[in-house]
């Protein structure tokens, strides 16, 4: 048995061609939202002739963030990585990852490089370094990589309000950082890396910057930042206005995630 244990969201996926096609080398749980209810376990051998225990809960829901959270509910290795169904893993990442949590036992959570498509990057890791308030929220799920023990003692789980498939856009992530970081877990981040995402996979929720984009991250923004949100949307839109705010002004944007802000204080997480 491995020691670290890949906690795979899918959605309609061939779950017995996704361990193949993302070259998964250890263990894992593999949630896979399509129509159907049925949970299997089989073995499953890599391309370097090792067999690994493949746990395979197909669920009819809809939410990333359910998957992430029963994927962590069955998790029972030492060590897991979340990572998504468009993941390609490098040979030998096992290793890399059980190196690096051995070197560095103060780490309680280690974020790893895992290369984005071009356009899509928000982080690249150039060093060892304590993620603090300042930085947790470039992050992606699949860079996260916990202790089991230390990740299921605060007992965080991702909201179901974002994410692909949920009611509001992208942030489930940031989120799900935020409040580990609440509850004290030691977070840092690795310049190791341990893959790269597929280039022909349409995101699953971006589809421009509209008005839904905005108003998703007004509510988001109120969850992150709470009296601050205000504020930190006015910052984020002018430090990407030359991004984001071609067909609309600032303002107009900015009365968007007001709006969002508004909507966040009536939601429950």
């Avoid at 070259?23 to 690994?52: F, M, P, W």
């Avoid at 603090?132 to 929220?137: E, I, L, P, S």
């Avoid at 709470?226 to 609309?248: I, N, P, T, W, Y």
Wanted: net charge neutral; glycine share 8%; charged share 25%.
């Amino acid at each position: 048995m491995s020691r670290i244990q890949l906690l795979v969201a899918a959605v309609q996926q061939d779950t017995e061609e996704l361990p193949s096609k993302m070259n998964i080398q250890s263990d894992a749980v593999i949630v896979n939202q399509c129509d159907r209810d049925l949970t299997e376990e089989n073995d499953y051998t890599d391309r370097l002739g090792k067999s690994h225990a493949i746990k395979t809960i197909n669920k009819a829901e809809r939410g990333v963030g359910l998957s992430r959270n029963l994927a962590l509910q069955n998790a029972d290795h030492e060590l897991l990585q979340f990572i998504d169904e468009d993941i390609v893993l490098d040979d030998g990442y096992t290793a890399l990852m059980e190196n690096e949590f051995d070197s560095h036992p103060e780490a309680d959570m280690l974020l790893f490089n895992v290369k984005a498509v071009e356009g899509r990057q928000t982080y690249h890791n150039t060093d060892f370094a304590r993620v603090t308030w300042k930085n947790y929220g470039r992050y992606p799920a699949y860079a996260i990589a916990a202790r089991t023990a230390a990740l299921k003692g605060i007992n965080v789980k991702f909201s179901v309000l974002f994410g692909g498939g949920a009611k509001y856009s992208n942030g489930e992530d940031s989120l799900f950082l935020h409040d580990c970081l609440k509850k004290g877990l030691k977070i840092y981040r690795t310049g190791v890396s341990i893959g790269h995402e597929e280039s022909d996979r349409p995101s699953t929720w971006f589809t421009g910057f509209n008005d839904k984009f905005f108003f998703d991250r007004g509510v988001l923004y109120h969850f992150l930042y709470g009296a601050l949100a205000g504020a930190m949307s006015l910052r984020f839109l002018l430090v990407h206005r030359d991004e984001m705010c071609r067909e609309k002004s600032v303002w107009q944007c900015y009365r968007l995630m007001k709006k969002g802000i508004r909507q966040g204080r009536l939601e429950r997480l």
